[in-house]
Structure formats: C-alpha cells, structure tokens
C-alpha cells in the first residue's frame, strides 16, 4: 500500500512509544513448518511468512528476507542452500580487469529476483496496518561477494579499478532491482552493506559510500525510503561518511555502541539497532534477552530518534520464546 513514508518517518519520531523494527523474516520458516530451501524458493511462502510474522509482533514496519545471496546469484554465483541456516556465497566470479570488463548485468527479474519481487508484491496486498521494506544487498557487499569477500579487501589496494568497475555494474543492477521493488508496492529498500563495515574508513568512503549515495538519489521519493544496514565495527569511525549517503534511516549492529552512534547523529535523523541476534535471540534464554534488550532501552530510549531492532536478521532458528522476550521487554519499558 502507498504511504507518504517522510510522513510516516515524522509520526514515529514524534511518538513516544515506538515499536520495535527488528529485521525478523527468517524465523517465519518455524511458524509455517517448512525449511529455509522452501522459503527462498516460493514467493507465496514468502509472503504467508511475511504476514504471518506480522499477525504474531507489534512490529513498526514488516521487512522481507535478507538473503545476501540472491543477487550474487542473480549474476551467476554459486551458493550453498541449507534447510535451517541463511544461504550463502561459494567461490567468485572475478578476479581479473578481463573478467570484470566481460561480467554481464542481468535484468531484474534473473535468478530468484523475480521470486523475492512478487513476493514483495504479494505481501504489501496481505499486510495493510504497517510498512512493508524490501532486502537488498548494498553495492561493495554485492562487489565483494563477486570478487570474493577476502579477496575484495585485497583488490581495493591492488586494482582499484577492477574493483570500482564492478561497483558500476552492481550498483545499476541494484537500482533497477529496487525501482522494481517499489513498482511492486514496497514502501522501501533496506540496503545491506555489512562488508563496507570491514573497510578502513578512508576505503569505504571511496568505494561504497558514493554508490549508495547514488542508489539513494536514484531511488528514494516521498513514497519510497532507503534504510542503510551495517553490522561492521568500524561504522563509528566512518560515520560522517555514512550519513553522507543521505538515507532515510540508518540500522546498525551489535559490534558498536548505540550510544555512541546516537550521540554522534543528528536529532531528527532515525537510527535502529542492536541488540545481539546471534548471541540473544539466536542463542540466548528468555531472561538474557529481557535483560539486553532492557538495559539498550535504558541507555538509548531517551534518544527520540533511536528505534529498538536487532543488530542484523534474526537467524531463521531462532527460538520465538526469544523473540517474543524481546518484544514483551520492549512494551514493558515503554509502559513504565
């Protein structure tokens, strides 16, 4: 459904009781009974998960699956699918200027992007109260997954080049992918860029802050907002840089300090995070997850732009005795 989301952005700024926005999507493969190989494969199933997370969490917007392997495949890279962990990326598909000049774009819709977009576009019908946010990779975590993540590091200093022609050609095909998205009715794009967060600040203001500043130019409008996600621990270092890019939102991971994000943004800029989704609702109990997700709230609640969320996507086995912990500590923080 269209929203006016600057609107939207505004409303939960002035809110004093915010709702969580953790990236929780995964995990639906336990309230369905299928494995993750199904959910990435079936656009329907999607959706139904989709919805059936958002009839189980009083959530401020329902995000799709952040799956940083489908574009990779899009392109032709070969991933590893498991019926109970996320997919990922095997091998690359560049390592040479020759290689990189003769990679093809492919058109949006290639590979499983055509699932995940009518997935999209069938869970914005079935889901009215909130927004609906699409997962996408950022540009230097789709370079990076095509060069090969150590390697990528490496050609940064070696052949600069060959590293920023492949930029181009992921971040072309990630403005198509989310013009598409936005046709298919979502109300925004979460970009992940979680390998920029392994650069030196000096490297990830060359290659990756311009090309999501780009996407950004490209893609948000009233109707349709860009939210950046990175996990990194350099990402307070390369701050200035980030907010450079000009995104609607900004999520960050557990490896930082909230805090010390918050106190380094602008008042009426939004910021999500962190709390630890490996280490709480992966692996946690009820009580610990209480307690982190409570002592966060304690420390960055009083923040009118902070929005409580995990530090990245939920693992798709995580318990929903977890998940429920996390949001039932939120209501009763809000509450007192």
């Known amino acids: 459904m269209k929203r006016d989301m600057y609107t939207w952005l505004k409303e939960v700024q002035g809110e004093t009781v915010k709702n969580p926005m953790p990236i929780l999507s995964f995990p639906a493969i336990q309230l369905l009974g299928i494995s993750v190989k199904e959910l990435i494969s079936d656009s329907d199933l999607q959706a139904k998960g989709m919805k059936a997370v958002a009839d189980r969490v009083v959530s401020l ?21 498991s019926d109970d962990e996320v997919p990922t990326v095997v091998g690359s598909l560049v390592s040479t200027m020759e290689e990189a000049q003769a990679l093809p774009v492919p058109p949006v819709g290639a590979g499983r992007t055509g699932i995940y977009l009518d997935a999209i576009r069938k869970a914005s019908e079935r889901i009215l109260d909130r927004p609906v946010f699409a997962g996408v990779i950022g540009p230097f975590s789709l370079a990076g997954r095509l060069l090969d993540v150590t390697e990528a590091m490496i050609y940064c200093y070696e052949d600069p080049d060959m590293v920023h022609l492949v930029l181009r050609k992921a971040t072309d095909f990630i403005i198509a992918y989310g013009r598409a998205y936005r046709e298919a009715g979502a109300n925004g794009i979460v970009v992940a860029e979680p390998l920029a967060g392994m650069l030196s600040p000096a490297l990830e203001e060359e290659f990756s802050a311009p090309y999501v500043k780009e996407m950004v130019e490209a893609l948000q409008e009233e109707d349709f907002l860009v939210i950046y996600h990175n996990c990194g621990n350099n990402t307070v270092q390369m701050l200035d840089s980030i907010l450079s890019t000009g995104c609607a939102a900004y999520h960050f991971g557990n490896a ?23 280490g709480q609702i992966r692996n946690g109990t009820p009580q610990s997850v209480e307690q982190a997700t409570r002592e966060l709230l304690e420390e960055c609640g009083s923040f009118s732009n902070f929005v409580l969320s995990t530090g990245c996507d939920v693992p798709p086995m995580s318990r929903w005795e977890n998940i429920d912990a996390f949001f039932q500590a939120a209501e009763a923080y809000w509450r007192r």
């Not at 329902?62 to 699918?81: N, Q, Y």
């Open 61 to 81: 917007a329902s995000v799709s699956l952040m799956d940083l392997s489908v574009e990779a495949e899009c392109f032709g890279s070969t991933i590893r699918v």
């Open 256 to 278: 930082v300090s909230m805090k010390d994000i918050l106190e380094r943004v602008p008042s009426d800029v939004m910021v999500m995070g962190n709390v630890d989704p490996a």
